[in-house]
């Protein structure tokens, strides 16, 4: 939830600042009440005793979290000004190499034990390979809602993913239900569709100021190509010849 908090306000940012993006009050009151119902799904925690146990560290964590947070976003606005000005199948193209040689680098490095300690059978290659098939389509589809809409827009709907995840929990982990988690998902549902009802505008590039005289060579250059394009002159005698009358 501190992701989610943080990472909002830091899209609109960049997206101000980068994109060009320009909101109006009812984007920001959007977002305030997608928030709200973000500070919902924590109530609904505390009320279920999800959040009981506290790790150690609590500061590192909190400050690891708002680093990602902002990375995050990085990545989402860089991925919206890529997919909206360039090419979209290179982005694909480029994430699929580039995040195969990354994670498999950090696989390598970090979890290189866990993976021998696995015990491989049908049901952990299925859960492995339905995980491949979800990421596949998430980066798949993805661009194309950003594309369509804005990476702040999308975002905000990735809010109610805690939602699906607890609904998942109450039948493989039993978690305990709370109706806060039913009011937390219609809050956030009202502030995305007020976000999504009106559109936001991009601001235009300021112009640059021409000069109000132009100099002494531009003069002589403007002169030159006005002569260049005098047309010639045709005239015709009596005697039935043209004689061709150049002002050069």
């Known amino acids: ?15 101000w600042f980068v994109l060009r993006a320009r909101y109006r009050l009812i984007h920001f009151l959007a977002v305030a009440v997608c928030l709200l119902g973000v500070g919902t799904m924590v109530g609904a ?47 694909l193209g480029m ?3 580039f995040g195969t ?8 490095i970090v979890e290189h034990r866990e993976i021998m300690r696995i015990q491989w059978n049908w049901k952990i290659a299925l859960l492995f ?4 098939l979800c990421m596949f389509g998430l980066y798949s589809f993805m661009p194309i809602v950003i594309k369509v809409t804005s990476a702040t827009s999308v975002n905000l709907g990735i809010l109610t993913a805690d939602l699906y995840s607890l609904f998942f929990g109450l039948f493989l982990f039993l978690y305990k239900f709370s109706g806060l988690y039913i009011l937390s998902f219609i809050i956030i549902m009202v502030g995305f569709t007020l976000f999504c009802s009106t559109p936001t505008r991009t601001a235009e590039p300021r112009a640059l100021p021409q000069p109000s005289s132009t100099g002494f060579d531009n003069a002589g250059l403007k002169l030159e190509e006005s002569d260049r394009g005098t047309p010639a002159t045709a005239v015709q005698l009596a005697g039935g010849e043209a004689v061709v009358v150049s002002t050069d």
């Open 45 to 91: 925690d505390i009320l279920a005793g999800r959040q009981d146990s506290e790790g150690s560290d609590v500061v590192i964590g909190d400050v690891l979290v708002l680093l990602g947070a902002s990375l995050y976003a990085i990545s989402n606005v860089s991925e919206e000004y890529i997919v909206k000005n360039l090419s979209r199948v290179e982005f």
């Open 101 to 108: 040689i990354i994670s498999g680098l950090q696989l390598a």
């Open 1 to 15: 939830q501190l992701l989610d908090c943080f990472g909002i306000p830091m899209l609109m940012a960049l997206s």
């Open 95 to 97: 994430v699929g190499l």
């Open 129 to 132: 390979t339905g995980f491949a």
